[in-house]
């Protein structure tokens, strides 16, 4: 398997202008997913089920949850989750689907940087196709970091990054937002990598059906 620089474009491609203020991040994305029933396939993502399946339950942070089906399923194998997204509208989503479940998770309207997260406190920090925008100080990437525990995990997962071409076919700035190479870097010697690699995705439904490799990056906290 081949390392990677993926970068985060939206599960779809879909962009949100550079330098946003969190409201209007928020009012992007809330707009996205009030234009349909349900964004996405509904399904929990296949690199998180394949890499947490086996690990001992434990408190884990779900970054931009979306719709709520990864934070869902790892509910529902006893893990204590927070599950924070900027969109109201997914988040209401997510909420009815655990209250149809019977599932419990904290549900966090928030930005990740304003989310203000106990440092160093979940065992598990998921961030799925993020799409979070970049700043001069990395504060996205340090916040994601800044959360896991000693001893815990950190496991973000993008899609690869599209060629110039398709960039600007699409709209896009590759430079907007976060990719995994912006983590890796401040992977210090506090960190060991575990993965970091392109694998396959298949996924049947939903706005990010079209996305067939996931940009994994996988790196446990020492101390
Ligand atoms: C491409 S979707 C991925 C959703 C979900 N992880 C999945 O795999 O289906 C990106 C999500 O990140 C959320 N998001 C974007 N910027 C955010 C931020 N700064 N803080 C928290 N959530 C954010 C969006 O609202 C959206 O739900």
């Known amino acids: 398997m081949e390392r990677n620089d993926g970068g985060m474009r939206g599960a779809d491609q879909s962009s949100a202008p550079a330098q946003q203020a969190t409201g209007e991040v928020e009012n ?7 234009e349909m029933e349900s964004l996405w396939s509904g399904q929990p993502n296949g690199t998180l089920i394949h890499e947490v399946e086996g690990l001992e339950p434990g408190r884990v942070l779900d970054v931009g949850c979306g719709e709520g089906a990864d934070a869902l399923w790892l ?22 689907e655990a209250g149809a479940r019977g599932l419990r998770v904290q549900w966090l309207h928030s930005g990740l940087l304003e989310a203000a997260l106990p440092a160093g406190s979940f065992d598990l920090v998921s961030a799925q196709y993020p ?53 890796r ?15 396959p995705r298949h996924v049947a439904a939903g706005a990010g059906a079209h996305h067939t490799e996931d940009v994994v990056l996988k790196a446990r906290r020492l101390r």
Do not use: K
């Open 75 to 96: 509910a529902e194998r006893g893990w204590d989750v927070t599950a924070l997204d900027v969109s109201r509208v997914a988040l209401d989503r997510a909420a009815r």
């Open 131 to 183: 799409a979070l925008l970049r700043t001069p100080e990395d504060l996205a990437e340090h916040a994601l970091l800044d959360a896991v525990a000693p001893g815990g995990l950190l496991l973000a997962v993008h899609h690869p990054l599209p060629t110039a071409a398709e960039a600007e076919a699409r709209g896009l700035n590759l430079d907007e937002y976060v990719g995994l190479a912006d983590i």
């Open 185 to 199: 870097a401040l992977l210090d010697g506090n960190w060991r990598i575990e993965v970091d690699e392109i694998r």
């Open 28 to 34: 992007f994305w809330d707009q996205r997913y009030a």
